[in-house]
């Protein structure tokens, strides 16, 4: 697929993050250049569905070059980090958004097995085969609002080296019956790798800092970030805002001066079947249990529900920090989690970087994730998402949006071509800068020619080895 100019809605949104950031720091707006090259970026990212300079040069049919690209990405003085909350500000005022339901998730992005010079790349459990492999781990934050889903901010997570050297000689020594007197201590916390919770926290922090008139009604997480710091913090980043996350079925709770697990309570009390409404859409039958108990892992009193849709037969339990809350409304606020992982699948195929991203450093591997998630902004400022949304109806999917811009980048490319005055004399040099700079033809090591055949044949004089 190739492209010749950026689509008019591209150069919209550019200039729109432009007067963003020279409306919070004047005279240090972005430079035509600049400009230009993130235009390019974001309808190259659109076209390839890939984050690279190389596919980017053939796509523009050689105008613009490998190196030339990569120099822009590395040297140009682009304030990456403030671009992203600018864009996400430039998506508020355009849709008139004063409220919403932030989401937190983290998932992971396969690498090599030989990978040395990506950052953030460390072990991960593959949910898929049950192994291992080496990738990244993101946590992001989505911002669920009553028109749209959007990403407001991200975090890659790094567990500290020394911890996990630590954490596998530990249980070796365990697994062998060493007591725990005789292993060694664990390693102080080292600052430099934050935990995934305190990453999500940094999130909320610095979107309550940059966007502080959005009213956040809650805030949901899944059970990773069920701990009562996550908990309290993330509750008096926003005031009062509700936070509702899970918690293990054995944990204990407090109830008539005995401790007993979630479990066990709600073995004794279970919950009444109840409609509930699934994202405000959707309605199912489900068994609901509540209470305010003492949570001890806590320190405090929770509003903890056991929750039971109709065919399925464990109990995940929710915890939340609000204890004025009706029962109903935490399971029904608890549902639009599930967007922020529908996000995260419809952003890794479509938008560039769950495809082809290998830039190196940790100043590639966020810089080239702020590209992709501009262009996740970007798309809802397209005409026709605008005229969907803004007529209440369902937005289009990421992936037919895609589909279209390609098409109406090769239309694009036709239409230029016929309108020349020797379309045939263009045609036959855009052919030949094919030839020379965008197409590459590879040596194979498939075929064996000019190379050593061998001597593939018996020898006389071992015949008696095959008697013998």
Same mark, same amino acid.
């Given at each position: 697929?190739?492209?010749?100019?950026?689509?008019?809605?591209?150069?919209?949104?550019?200039?729109?993050?432009?007067?963003?950031?020279?409306?919070?720091?004047?005279?240090?707006?972005?430079?035509?250049?600049?400009? *230009?090259?993130?235009?390019?970026?974001?309808?190259?990212?659109?076209?390839?569905?890939?984050?690279?300079?190389?596919?980017?040069?053939?796509?523009?049919?050689?105008?613009?070059?490998?190196?030339?690209?990569?120099?822009?990405?590395?040297?140009?003085?682009?304030?990456?980090?403030?671009?992203?909350?600018?864009?996400?500000?430039?998506?508020?005022?355009?849709?008139?958004?004063?409220?919403?339901?932030?989401?937190?998730?983290?998932?992971?992005?396969?690498?090599?097995?030989?990978?040395?010079?990506?950052?953030?790349?460390?072990?991960?459990?593959?949910?898929?085969?049950?192994?291992?492999?080496?990738?990244?781990?993101?946590?992001?934050?989505?911002?669920?609002?009553?028109?749209?889903?959007?990403?407001?901010?991200? *975090?890659?997570?790094? %567990?500290?080296?020394?911890?996990?050297?630590?954490?596998?000689?530990?249980?070796?020594?365990?697994?062998?019956?060493?007591?725990?007197?005789?292993?060694?201590?664990?390693?102080?916390?080292?600052?430099?790798?934050?935990?995934?919770?305190?990453?999500?926290?940094?999130?909320?922090?610095?979107?309550?800092?940059?966007?502080?008139?959005?009213?956040?009604?809650?805030?949901?997480?899944?059970?990773?970030?069920?701990?009562?710091?996550?908990?309290?913090?993330?509750?008096?980043?926003?005031?009062?805002?509700?936070?509702?996350?899970?918690?293990?079925?054995?944990?204990?709770?407090?109830?008539?001066?005995?401790?007993?697990?979630?479990?066990?309570?709600?073995?004794?009390?279970?919950?009444?079947?109840?409609?509930?409404?699934?994202?405000?859409?959707?309605?199912?039958?489900?068994?609901?249990?509540?209470?305010?108990?003492?949570?001890?892992?806590?320190?405090?009193?929770?509003?903890?529900?056991?929750?039971?849709?109709?065919?399925?037969?464990?109990?995940?339990?929710?915890?939340?920090?609000?204890?004025?809350?009706?029962?109903?409304?935490?399971?029904?606020?608890?549902?639009?989690?599930?967007?922020?992982?529908?996000?995260?699948?419809?952003?890794?195929?479509?938008?560039?970087?769950?495809?082809?991203?290998?830039?190196?450093?940790?100043?590639?591997?966020?810089?080239?994730?702020?590209?992709?998630?501009?262009?996740?902004?970007?798309?809802?400022?397209?005409?026709?998402?605008?005229?969907?949304?803004?007529?209440?109806? %369902?937005?289009?999917?990421?992936?037919?949006?895609?589909?279209?811009?390609?098409?109406?980048?090769?239309?694009?490319?036709?239409?230029?071509?016929?309108?020349?005055?020797? %379309?045939?004399?263009?045609?036959?040099?855009?052919?030949?800068?094919?030839?020379?700079?965008?197409?590459?033809?590879?040596?194979?090591?498939?075929?064996?020619?000019?190379?050593?055949?061998?001597?593939?044949?018996?020898? %006389?004089?071992?015949?008696?080895?095959?008697?013998?």
């Amino acid at each position: 697929m190739f492209m010749v100019k950026p689509l008019p809605f591209v150069t919209t949104f550019i200039d729109a993050l432009n007067e963003a950031l020279e409306d919070s720091s004047p005279g240090l707006g972005l430079s035509n250049g600049q400009k *230009a090259w993130l235009s390019f970026c974001i309808l190259a990212i659109l076209v390839t569905n890939s984050v690279c300079w190389a596919r980017f040069e053939r796509a523009s049919l050689g105008r613009y070059s490998l190196a030339a690209l990569s120099w822009m990405f590395r040297h140009s003085k682009i304030p990456w980090e403030r671009l992203l909350q600018l864009s996400v500000q430039v998506i508020l005022h355009r849709y008139g958004l004063t409220q919403g339901s932030l989401e937190l998730d983290d998932t992971d992005k396969k690498r090599s097995k030989v990978t040395q010079k990506i950052a953030y790349v460390h072990k991960l459990k593959d949910k898929a085969s049950g192994g291992y492999i080496q990738g990244q781990c993101l946590v992001f934050l989505v911002l669920v609002t009553p028109q749209i889903t959007f990403p407001v901010g991200f *975090a890659f997570y790094m %567990p500290d080296p020394a911890w996990s050297a630590w954490n596998k000689e530990d249980k070796r020594l365990k697994k062998q019956g060493v007591p725990s007197r005789q292993r060694p201590p664990r390693p102080p916390k080292n600052e430099a790798y934050p935990t995934k919770g305190e990453l999500a926290v940094g999130l909320l922090r610095q979107f309550q800092s940059y966007h502080p008139t959005v009213h956040i009604k809650n805030v949901n997480a899944d059970a990773l970030y069920g701990t009562q710091a996550f908990l309290d913090t993330a509750a008096e980043i926003f005031g009062t805002t509700q936070v509702i996350s899970q918690i293990r079925k054995n944990q204990k709770v407090r109830f008539r001066n005995r401790k007993l697990s979630v479990e066990e309570y709600f073995t004794r009390y279970p919950g009444i079947w109840q409609e509930i409404t699934l994202r405000g859409g959707k309605k199912v039958t489900a068994q609901v249990g509540s209470a305010r108990l003492y949570l001890c892992a806590h320190h405090k009193k929770r509003f903890v529900i056991a929750l039971k849709y109709e065919g399925e037969e464990i109990y995940p339990y929710l915890v939340a920090s609000d204890l004025t809350w009706r029962t109903v409304d935490i399971v029904q606020a608890y549902t639009l989690r599930w967007l922020v992982e529908v996000f995260i699948e419809d952003w890794k195929p479509n938008e560039g970087w769950g495809t082809l991203t290998k830039q190196t450093d940790p100043d590639g591997s966020s810089q080239s994730l702020i590209l992709s998630l501009l262009v996740d902004h970007c798309l809802l400022l397209h005409p026709q998402q605008l005229t969907r949304i803004e007529n209440n109806l %369902p937005a289009y999917t990421v992936g037919s949006l895609t589909n279209q811009i390609q098409m109406d980048c090769l239309f694009d490319f036709i239409r230029e071509l016929l309108c020349t005055d020797h %379309p045939e004399e263009t045609l036959n040099r855009l052919a030949e800068t094919l030839k020379s700079q965008v197409v590459t033809l590879n040596p194979s090591k498939k075929h064996m020619v000019n190379r050593d055949w061998g001597r593939l044949e018996p020898t %006389p004089g071992l015949k008696y080895k095959a008697t013998a």
